[in-house]
């Protein structure tokens, strides 16, 4: 099946952009996915791409697609106290069907 | 606008006691999912549906059983429980298998 990697943690400070990493195995990956879970709650949908986007940005949020490498990234600008999360990378694969979450990169944004 | 909703919130099981987990969707959604999340793990599918009628085993189907009600509704039922089955349970569901997820709060289940 299809591998989704992702970093466990970032720490960066109030104000500061970060980036979040994520790279998968599946080239025939469609539909990647990045969803945030705040402390007791479920996961939320922040935002996704099509495979034959590069790029996509909504507001503080950018997620670039390198499809050579297979990397997903999503960039969060001027990041705020709350924006402090846990952030999964998803993947549709055309190949196997189905959603593949990564493990999921804990967020600390220091004030 | 609820979304999905999974109850109960919280339960604390005895080992080999049974329950039932709960989960409805309001967005006329046709596939669902059951997903169990550990720490270090991620999160793992246990069932999903991908339409009203049908059910299929995801990664970690052992020591479980699904039933798609109806379009809405799609539960998780634990016949013997065990402690390996403590855990935090998420329902999500999708338009169909590629669109986005929407997921539920979560059941908190522990067994002693």
């Known amino acids: 099946g299809e591998d989704v990697e992702q970093s466990l943690f970032l720490s960066v400070r109030e104000g500061d952009s970060s980036v979040i990493n994520c790279t998968y195995t599946?080239?025939?990956?469609?539909?990647l996915y990045w969803y945030k879970q705040e402390p007791g709650a479920g996961l939320q949908l922040l935002t996704y791409?099509?495979?034959?986007?590069d790029m996509k940005q909504d507001q503080r949020l950018t997620v670039l697609l390198n499809k050579k490498d297979k990397h997903l990234s999503l960039r969060i600008a001027d990041t705020q106290t709350g924006d402090s999360a846990i952030y999964f990378c998803?993947?549709?694969?055309?190949?196997?069907?189905?959603?593949?979450f990564g493990i999921g990169t804990k967020l600390q944004v220091i004030p | 606008n609820a979304g999905v909703t999974q109850t109960p919130k919280f339960q604390v099981l005895k080992t080999g006691q049974s329950m039932t987990l709960q989960c409805a969707q309001d967005?006329?959604?046709?596939?669902m999912y059951w997903y169990r999340q550990d720490p270090g793990m991620g999160l793992r599918l246990i069932y999903y549906?991908?339409?009203?009628?049908?059910?299929d085993k995801g990664e970690v189907p052992n020591g479980y059983n699904v039933s798609r009600l109806n379009k809405r509704e799609f539960s998780l039922r634990l016949e013997s429980a065990a402690p390996s089955q403590t855990s935090v349970y998420f329902c999500?569901?999708?338009?169909?298998?590629?669109?986005?997820?929407?997921f539920g709060d979560g059941t908190r289940l522990s067994i002693l």
């Open positions: 999500a569901s999708s338009e169909d298998g590629h669109q986005p997820q929407h």
């Open positions: 599946d080239s025939s990956s469609t539909y």
């Open positions: 791409i099509f495979s034959n986007m």
């Open positions: 998803a993947c549709f694969s055309g190949g196997y069907q189905k959603v593949t």
């Open positions: 967005m006329n959604h046709n596939s």
């Open positions: 549906s991908a339409s009203e009628g049908t059910t």
